[in-house]
């Protein structure tokens, strides 16, 4: 089974709400469908531009109060939305994509879940289904209610499922050294414990994302890949194992 | 807890693809605003005029095969909307009603629930959410893929959280000797064992569907009320415990 992160800023632009690249979703099922039924896929999406602005304007990551209830739910209903879109191109290409509600089945605590029901995400996998999981609000130990990301829900099925391989689609062509805009920033092929941040080499991370990335990355029992999902032929070669912007050494 | 179940019927015509009773799920939202938070609700709703048709234009009832599993993605994605129709008018309203997909937690074998994951609805209930659950279809132990109906989440959610009462919102005025259509028929106040299918008094019942229902209903370790949805004032009646519609003997 091999999970495919659709990362928000894949599939929509994050500047302009409620936007959706139907193109770009196209092409990468177009991919899947190449590989479909032989292979099993899992397929996690972000919140991108449906997700972010709602969470961040009921200001979700504080918790639970009486007024952040109905955001919560305003919250799950514009993810569901977005979740719909890739799910119909999906099924258009007769690819069975079945949607599951992360908010129905993960339990969390700091961001990451605590307790979580796989049975019918296995069930799905095991009848050639693809279970697609996104971004959503959740049920929090800690603050009552909480974000969580398709990032986190990731981390979770790996280490609990053993996929043969993750790929993660991005906007850019993998983790760099700099930001990608300057112009000696360069590409890191490979990471291996050396880039965690405790280690020496040098990696582009403004927000601490990336950084959490590699580390998830580092920890997960199977082979992860960090691509460019904007460029057509990408996800293929990951599927197939070649040389495509970073991977983990194995 | 009350458990409140808005009947495809009420919410939607039947006869009509993808048609919603706005005015009426407003009135009984409106209804529902006058006990909360002071009563905590649970809502199941049918699967109308947007669940039925996809159900039976894919056979779904059949089984899982190949051609079906699509139709199996599409039909949640129409319940699904659905039940955002719903749930948007309950957050108008400033309840913060909480959509929880079926297909999610729940395993079904013979249309019945096996093996269900009841953490998030306990944990949004304590948080004073109104949990929303719909007629959906499920992964099958024997069929493999298959359809559960509201009423079927209603009495295993009955029997594992022992609700203070089960209300159940018919487009009738609850349940009768005989065809409500026909001159004398007459409406049974209250239920009790003597109605079983075994028992001597008639039931009007063309489907089946009663049949189960006041089977169900007399399991249920709780007060049952089978009454019109469509008449405002009724729901608040049978949150109150008044006399309205059909009721069980206790």
Avoid at 87 to 99: D, H, Q, T, Y
């Amino acid at each position: 089974m091999i999970i495919v992160k659709l990362g928000g800023s894949v599939i929509s632009n994050k500047n302009k709400p409620f936007s959706f690249n139907e193109n770009v979703v196209e092409n990468l099922a177009e991919e899947i469908s190449q590989f479909y039924p032989e292979k099993k896929f899992l397929v996690v999406h972000g919140g991108g531009s449906f997700g972010h602005p709602l969470a961040k304007k009921y200001e979700l990551r504080k918790g639970l109060n009486e007024e952040r209830k109905v955001g919560f739910s305003y919250t799950h209903e514009a993810m569901l939305e977005l979740n719909k879109k890739i799910i119909n191109i999906f099924l258009e290409k007769n690819l069975p994509a079945f949607s599951v509600s992360p908010s129905s089945i993960f339990l969390i605590e700091k961001g990451e879940i605590v307790e979580g029901w796989l049975k019918i995400i296995e069930e799905l996998l095991d009848k050639d289904f693809i279970p697609v999981l996104f971004g959503d609000v959740a049920i929090a130990k800690d603050k009552g209610i909480d974000i969580l990301s398709g990032d986190q829900i990731i981390s979770f099925l790996a280490n609990k499922m053993k996929p043969e391989k993750v790929i993660f689609l991005m906007d850019v062509d993998g983790i760099y050294t700099k930001s990608p805009e300057e112009k000696d920033a360069e590409l890191i092929e490979v990471i291996d414990e050396k880039l965690k941040p405790e280690g020496k080499a040098g990696v582009y991370d403004v927000t601490g994302g990336i950084k959490n990335k590699i580390e998830q990355a580092l920890k997960m029992p199977c082979q992860v890949y960090f691509i460019n999902g904007m460029i057509k032929g990408n996800l293929t070669k990951a599927i197939k194992g070649e040389k495509i912007g970073t991977r983990k050494k194995l």
